[in-house]
DNA sequence: GGAAACTAGACAAGATACTTGTCTAGTTGA
DNA sequence: TCAACTAGACAAGTATCTTGTCTAGTTTCC
């Protein structure tokens, strides 16, 4: 076993990456001005702009339990970012939909996740970076999410 | 803009692929009988396996405040993961060291990243496993540590 | 050598965000 | 049509983080 292909320097490289990732996307969420945001926010922001979304949806999406994922709700929608509309065919459920600001929010943080990866592009030969997301696709093609897991 | 080089896309797949890690790291430490540890304690063990660790140390490693990280110690010496030994330059602080029982669930989670690991490895082809792994270190090389942020 | 500034970590109190349990209103299926 | 199920609110309890303060020990600099 040499260095070169020790699986556990490669886990720890990808923990590395989502890590260095995680942090300039929230860097950029936070220049923008949404400061009262985290990324478990953006894990929910992302449920939320998919469509269709009710609370116990976004419970499920996040592996927490109902009350959890409603009390998220209860603070998003006190910071404006979200709004909770009648379901238009379950009288019980609320439908969740992200506000102008949700959105501009949510778009903050594609533009710093964009960044990031223009940023990695420029550190590797184009034919690398090309060959490496069409690995990373390729692997990932078959998890459902991402959520957080810390 | 096609979708094979949307940075958005890539993004994610660096989510899903941390995530989908973090959880078999996470399922095989379980599986070895280590039922009370959570992804964050892995990534204190990370830090306290390196040596020479004291709880400022690990506050620092962890991104929380020292109270925090002194609280997350008691719990770990509480379960019988870790010790605290006088230090031997410094009489304030306290020198952190894995106990065998920490030392085997650390083993547990690189047994298990390295079973993900391979089992990557098996998904594509050998020749795209390798460039791919050398370009995820490239990346990384410049990032410290890895550390909860969610 | 010694005083000022700094640091490790303990203690306490409070904030935050999660959990479990229970309840009502509404939906689904046999 | 009625039993079983589900969405989400309410309440209480727990875990884990924070800020602030304190003591003992270390470093810096005159």
Redesign the pocket.
């Known amino acids: 076993m040499t260095a070169a292909d020790d699986p556990w320097i490669t886990a720890v490289a990808v923990l590395k990456l989502s890590t260095r990732l995680i942090d300039q996307i929230d860097a950029g969420v936070r220049a923008a001005g949404f400061a009262d945001v985290t990324p ?1 926010h953006g894990f929910a922001f992302a449920r939320i702009a998919m469509g269709d979304a ?3 949806d976004l419970a499920a999406h996040l592996g ?5 994922a ?3 709700v209860d ?1 998003l929608v006190r910071a404006r970012y979200v709004e909770r509309h009648p ?1 238009p065919a ?5 439908l969740l939909e992200l506000t102008d600001r949700g959105t501009a929010c949510m778009w903050a943080a594609r533009r710093a996740a964009e960044r990031a990866i223009d940023q990695w592009r420029a550190e590797i030969p184009p034919e690398d970076s090309a060959r490496f997301e069409a690995t990373l696709r390729a692997l990932t093609a078959s998890v459902p999410f991402y959520r957080p897991t810390v």
């Open positions: 478990l009710t609370t116990a927490v339990t109902k009350q959890a409603a009390q998220l603070r379901h379950d009288r019980r459920a609320r």
